[in-house]
């Protein structure tokens, strides 16, 4: 046989093997009941490019979106602003409620944890960093306490110590308000074994009423067909990394969820596709039902309230699909959501979930970089705004970033903002419209 007959022969048996994953990996996305996913571990290393299903050309997605081909993502400084530059003065609230600087100089601050003994720890994503601000009621000295690490976004806090996921990576960090000045980092990532990709790589994480740990790892593309046991999904496990077991697929980039506080339910937000156009699909608020752990969430076949996918196409698409509780806007990149329980604010915030419209790169006219609420009945959400003048609407550009939210014992809220690297609190004083 000749040289160049063994090489078709070979590149024949590739693209077979291929196409073969490929339609299996379909198959695997189209579950029949939302029911929970055993608890087997999915493989860490990465799937070899010639074993990838077939992705969408990105060109030619952005040429029939007719979007405009200079829309790109917004890049994270790794300076702060000066706490006299924060844009205080453009944020417009309800009646009653105020906003001020909690903390600046946290460049790129994205999720916020106060830790029992009062210190507050912030993450970066793209910034590698994890900062601890001492005394935050008082001095907010803050510390960079580690650096380096891959997009981590995700923290918590379980017996006194520091928990980061850093996209494949999970690192526990004992006693940790004990030891800011040299914290003592432990990799516990081998039990997680988390899919190490990059895109829509940086983790959300909590841990649940169940003491469960929840991580999210989202689809590693804009939009393509992908193992549902490795992305696309919200896992739990025991704290150790043991047992896991996934409670929603279908997701393609959560970066926030919360559990409501009288049904226990867990909601979650979830970012539409880019490239299909200025108005969307929407983004949406999720809820996972008592009963229907495992559901399927629709990506990336099905999107918003029902939007078949104009590139991953199957029959009946959004057959079996759970449709969202409420729409979020398009591309509006809602991410962080907190349930507020304080009594500080109204009494119809009470239970009410407040949530961080990060903003839109993949749109000619910028939405969201807001905070709206999301009223629950039932199985459905009322969505309303709740800070907003945060776009420059000449120039066309956002002016905060919000990103995650935390209730303080007084009853004030916390959001993160990562455009300026600042931290602001939400209060509300007026008694007469307390009531």
Known sequence: MSASLSVRALTASVLAIAMSVANVCAQAQAPTAAQATPAAQPPTPATPAYLMPMLPDPKAMAARSNQSPTLSGIPTSPIAMAADKLPLDKMVLPPGFKVETFVSGVAGARMIYLGPKGTLFVSTARLGRIYAVKD????????TIAQGLTLPNGIAMKDGALIVVANSKVFRYDAIEDTLDK???TDISEKFRLPGDQMHGWRYIAFGPDSK???AAGAYCNVCELNPGINGNIRRYDADGSNMEIVARG???TVGFDWHPVTQELWFTDNGRDWAGNEGPEDELNRIAKGKDGAFFGFPYCHA?????PDIKRPDPCVGVTLPAALL?????AIG???YTGSMFPAKYRNVAFIARHGSWNREIKFGYDIVTATIDGGKAKVEPFMSGLIDKEKNVGLVRPVDFLQLQDGSLLFSDELNGAIYRISYSDAKLRK
């Not at 935050?136 to 510390?143: A, I, S, T």
């Not at 309230?305 to 996918?309: A, K, L, S, T, V």
């Open 305 to 309: 309230n029902g939007i078949p996918d």
């Open 136 to 143: 935050p009621f008082g001095k907010k000295e803050v510390m």
């Open 251 to 253: 997701v393609r980039n």
């Open 329 to 333: 806007g398009p591309h509006a990149a």
């Open 213 to 215: 740990l929840y991580i």
């Open 183 to 185: 914290p003592v980092q």
């Open 337 to 339: 959501m907190k349930f």
